[in-house]
């Protein structure tokens, strides 16, 4: 049983640029819900997504994007890239939007430094 | 007020003893709540959820749910050093769209 994945790992940017990072979810789940974890804090919600759209939104501005594909796997996208853009990006799959049981299951995080 | 609340830690417990992790939410309408372990550099890993009040054990944890008091336990018994880690609190919302909301974490140290 497939879990969640992400990709890259580690990724290296510098002050203004653009940034990709990817998820697939866990076999079977359809919700994706991307988060931001600073040094020494809990995950923040930036956003999640539910066929195709994003149904929810944290307070994250309009730099922060994603998108969600049919097979999925989503991307979260990050434009003018902050020095506090710096953290661990984390995505997080469940099963519909339904229910008190919809446990989220996480991946492994891409770890974002921007210098 | 922040939305979920833990106390940062450290919380340092004997190897074999019982350690108690607390949170306090501030939305009644949260539905569910769960606990995640997660090791430095490493991502969160479910533990447990309970959505009734009362206790809900599996294996050495137990999570308590008391609503009207609006807090959140989960009890660690004969904590191993393995254990250590730190340990988020988040509260569920479904209804339509999916609100996580995660506490800051409570850094747990059991010791040898």
């Known amino acids: 049983d497939a879990g969640v994945t992400q990709s890259p790992t580690h990724l290296i940017k510098t002050r203004g640029q653009q940034v990709t990072l990817r998820c697939s979810p866990k076999s079977g789940h359809d919700t994706v819900s991307w988060y931001q974890q600073a040094l020494g804090q809990g995950p923040q919600f930036i956003f999640q997504y539910y066929e195709e759209e994003e149904r929810q939104r944290g307070n994250f501005p309009d730099r922060f994007s994603g998108h969600q594909f049919p097979n999925y796997s989503s991307e979260l996208n990050v434009n003018a890239l902050l020095l506090g853009d710096s953290a661990l990006y984390l995505c997080?799959?469940?099963?519909?939007?339904?229910?008190?049981?919809?446990?989220?299951?996480f991946g492994p995080g891409t770890r974002l430094t921007v210098l | 007020q922040k939305e979920v609340e833990q106390n940062s830690g450290p919380l340092s417990v004997p190897e074999g003893a019982i350690a108690s992790l607390n949170c306090t939410y501030s939305?009644?309408?949260?539905?569910?709540f769960f606990w995640y372990r997660q090791y430095s550099g490493k991502s969160p890993e479910l533990i447990m959820f309970i959505y009734s009040n009362g206790d809900k054990e599996d294996g050495r944890f137990t999570a308590q749910l008391n609503k009207a008091s609006q807090y959140v336990s989960l009890l660690i018994r004969d904590s191993q050093p393995s254990d250590s880690a730190t340990y988020l609190c988040?509260?569920?919302?479904?209804?339509?769209?999916?609100?996580?909301?995660f506490g800051i974490g409570t850094k747990l140290q059991v010791i040898p």
């Open positions: 988040a509260a569920f919302y479904s209804g339509g769209y999916q609100k996580v909301t």
């Open positions: 939305d009644r309408g949260s539905q569910s």
């Open positions: 997080a799959s469940s099963l519909g939007l339904a229910g008190v049981h919809n446990e989220q299951f």
